[in-house]
């Protein structure tokens, strides 16, 4: 134990010493040359990026004080986000939907209890590694609980995505099986016959057998259904989606078209970014000055409906309203493209970028005093 003490200070050191030569070169010429080593270096507290975690972590901390016990629902930081909005983060990206801090984004998925919930992961990982965990040696248990606490600081700073939670899911369940052979091993007697014991095991088995072929069974039954309903239908509308941007066929954009409607046909995961995506197109190759041929017609007023529909369907979500109003007002409608913009700043009264849009649309209208108004 002295030995692995020490071992430990040694390492401890070295880190120390690493990272402060690091500091103290970071402006030196090779630093500058390697692209890991100059992010690296350009990490500091006046940082742009870093200051813009400071602003929304104040933003969510706020959502969290209006709902701390059951939260705002999975998902929905956008509405956090929205309301609570920090005009210094007017040279940023305008529409986050996370965090980019996993234990904010659990309070405000679900409130407190969810985050407590999470955190209790990490505190019975912790407890089965060092507790109940024998088979490991020493070395292995501080490797798992170091790769458990370098991920649990990574989340201060980043969120979640499905390959860093298969990892984390994956660590947790090897935890857990090593826990019980310890039990396992305690709880077999050696007194026992070989036959007897045998005959219990044998009994067990026989009994779980019936039991794994009714859940077998019923897992394959619900994944192929899962699969057809749920995993299908996005795939499809993702890959029609970019058939409906990219191809340049003999049918012309009639057939882009036509595309555009299969794509929002699917109903699944893509519906809103196909409609953002044909309307940001529709507006594109509008120009009033030089006529609008049938189809720029069929475009823009089946992106209009569309957009209308994401803004009645996400009527809370300040983003679908801009959207829809954005578009409207840029196409010549623009009494009913306010209607829209003003809802998406009652939404988010403090965004600069929505009160611009307003203040454009009311420019356009010759109607001088309101867009003065919106731009100051």
Known sequence: KKVVRMSAVGVLVAVALFVGGFVAMRDAEFVKESPVLSRFSAISLTEQTTK???????????????????????????????????????????????????FFDWLIAGGLPALLGYLSLFGCAIYCIW????????????????????????????????????????????????????????????????????????????DGEDLTFVVSGGAVILALVLI????????????????????????????????????????SFGTSETREQLGQLSMGGFDASKGISEIQKQFLDFAGSELEKQAAEFSKDARYQVFA????????????????????????????????????????????????????
């Open 52 to 102: 813009s975690r400071f602003m929304v972590w104040n933003m969510a901390y706020q959502g969290f004080k209006e709902h701390p016990v059951l939260g705002w629902g999975m998902e929905n930081f956008n509405y956090v986000f929205n309301k609570y909005y920090d005009p210094n983060m007017w040279g940023q990206e305008q529409w986050f939907d996370r965090a980019h801090n996993v």
């Open 131 to 206: 507790r109940r965990a024998d088979e490991l040696s020493i070395v292995e248990k501080s490797v798992l609980t170091g790769l458990l606490g370098g991920y649990f600081f990574q989340n201060l700073f980043v969120f979640d995505n499905l390959t860093s939670l298969i990892y984390f899911g994956t660590i947790l369940a090897y935890v857990e099986s090593m826990s019980h052979r310890g039990v396992e091993s305690q709880n077999y007697s050696p007194s026992k016959t070989r036959t007897s014991w045998f005959e219990v095991e044998s009994r067990k088995t026989k």
């Open 228 to 267: 057809y309903t749920v995993n299908y239908n996005g795939f499809m509308q993702n890959t029609t989606l970019i058939r409906a941007l990219s191809e340049r066929g003999a049918e012309g954009p009639a057939r882009n078209l036509a595309l555009f409607k299969e794509t929002i046909a699917y109903n």
């Open 325 to 376: 109003g954005s578009f409207l007002s840029r196409v010549g409608m623009v009494e009913k493209g306010l209607v829209y913009l003003n809802k998406a700043a009652e939404l988010s009264p403090r965004k600069q970028a929505i009160l611009f849009e307003i203040g454009s649309a009311y420019y356009s209208t010759k109607d001088m005093a309101k867009a003065e108004e919106a731009f100051k």
